[in-house]
Structures are given as C-alpha cells and as structure tokens.
C-alpha cells in the first residue's frame, strides 16, 4: 500500500495566502461605485454589531465585567460575519490587500485609492445606521438603559490619550485581519461564521479600538447629545463634538488599525508564504 498525504478539508496557510492574493486583486480590481456601495454596507454591518453589542452591555450592571464584555464581543461579531458571508468591504479587513500589493500585483496608487473608497463607505454606512438608531428612539429602551450604554461606551472611547488609541488600534487590527485570514481556510459558510466569532469576541472583550466600529458609536452619542440633550443628564457629554472625535480617536485608532492589520498580519504571510525571488526581502 502505497502511502498517501493526509487529506484536509480546510485550506492550509500556503493556499490561504494564495487566496488572499486573488481576494486582494479582484478587490483593488472593483468598479469604484461597486466598491463604495459594498463599503456602506459593510458600515451599516458593523454599526449593527455595535448595536447588537450594546444591547448585551446594556443593564448589566454589577454583573462580572469579563463575562459581560465577552458576551459583548460574541454578539459584535455579528458584524463581521455579514461582511465576510454576506459580501462587502470593510477597510479593516482589507488591509491585507497589502499581501498583493508586496507581490507587485496591485500599484500603490490601486491601493490607496481603495482604500480610500472603502473608508468613506464605511463611514457613511455607520454614521448612517447611527442616525437610523437615533430616529428610532432605541437608546430610550430598557427605560434608557440602552442609550445610556450607548453614551458609556462612546465617553470611554474619547478618553483615551492618542498614543494609547494607536496601541489598541494595532492590537484589534491585528485580531481583525487573523479572522479574516482564517475565513481563506474555509470550505464553508459555517466555517467562516466560526472562525470569525473568537478573534472578534476577544478585541472587544479587550477594549480594543475598530476604527469603522467607532463611527458609529461615538457619532450615536453626538447625535443623542445634539438631538436630545436631556437624556441621561447624569453622564458628563458635554466635551463629545464632532472634532475631538476625528482628531483624538478616529484617526490614532486608524493608524494602529493600519499597523496592525498591514504590518502584523499581511506582511508577515506574504513574506512567509508568497515572497519570489527577485523581489524585495
């Protein structure tokens, strides 16, 4: 009997890469009006794990805080289970279209200008489910349980100093792209629903910083001062707008998004797994 490789159903890392390639090309590859409609909805997708998210916070109360917060992370995986399986794109995740970029396969200027489509589709998605919220009157739920949940979360984001938003920033991206590397290896949908829930439960468990998450958390916060500045008076917002917001999260938690995603993830499996002779490293 002549022996025989094992046989696996999942793809292994080497195929993995050569998907994510494919994946980076076809992506860069994507009419700019296809590519920012799929952006929104990847905005509105994750704006609805927030909000999904939120309503397991929300009440909690004294309960114990990593169980909570861990059955936070569970249901904000919501988010990017619909992205993945349901189809769109979200910049986070399309960090490792680095992996074809380093091939030579994507120019810079492809990439950048995804990137740049995608960023402002995610913001227009999750800005945009964050107004919907705010009509809805849903912060006002679990006699305003909810909402002031909500505002919590978004106060505890605009807290933090610039450096320490750039840290978490990295860390979540890095946990962001692994579940999105890990989808390559699937044959399934249920396997991608799987594989995509731990690594996205656990940076939230964390505290860790999404930079698309934060469009929509801290715009819903702004949006129930501004509307409905008699809500939750006990909660000092009157420091959130839409500057501080931009300059002190949004754009450190980009940047560590970007380093952890590029840098952590994509770099290393390209340079592991798809580097060629006569190019660089």
């Not at 159903?9 to 390639?21: I, N, S, T």
């Not at 402002?120 to 949940?149: E, H, I, K, M």
Request: charged residues 10%.
């Amino acid at each position: 009997m002549v022996d025989e490789e094992p046989r696996f159903e999942a793809l292994l890392p080497p195929a993995m890469a050569r998907r994510a390639e494919e994946a980076g090309v076809r992506k860069v590859a994507t009419p700019a009006a296809s590519l920012f409609a799929l952006a929104v909805l990847a905005g509105a997708f994750i704006a609805l794990g927030g909000v999904f998210a939120t309503t397991a916070l929300a009440g909690a109360g004294s309960g114990p805080w990593g169980a909570t917060r861990v059955l936070a992370g569970v249901a904000f995986s919501l988010g990017l289970i619909l992205v993945v399986v349901g189809g769109a794109e979200l910049f986070t995740g399309n960090n490792l279209v680095v992996m074809a970029w380093a091939g030579r396969r994507v120019t810079t200027r492809a990439l950048l200008r995804s990137w740049a489509i995608v960023y402002a589709g995610n913001f227009v998605g999750a800005v945009g489910t964050a107004l919907l919220v705010l009509v809805s009157g849903a912060y006002r739920f679990g006699d305003g349980a909810w909402g002031t949940t909500a505002l919590a979360i978004a106060i505890a984001k605009m807290r933090l100093g610039f450096g320490q938003a750039v840290a978490l920033g990295v860390l979540c991206n890095a946990l962001v792209c692994l579940a999105v590397w890990l989808t390559y290896s699937a044959r399934s949908t249920t396997d991608r629903v799987l594989v995509v829930v731990p690594p996205v439960a656990a940076f939230v468990a964390a505290g860790f910083e999404h930079s698309i998450a934060n469009m929509y958390f801290v715009p819903l916060a702004l949006l129930i001062h501004d509307f409905d500045p008699a809500f939750a008076p006990g909660l000092r917002v009157e420091w959130l707008g839409w500057g501080s917001f931009v300059a002190w999260n949004l754009v450190p938690v980009t940047l560590g998004n970007l380093i952890g995603g590029t840098m952590l993830v994509a770099a290393v499996y390209w340079f592991v797994y798809l580097r060629r002779p006569g190019l660089p490293g």
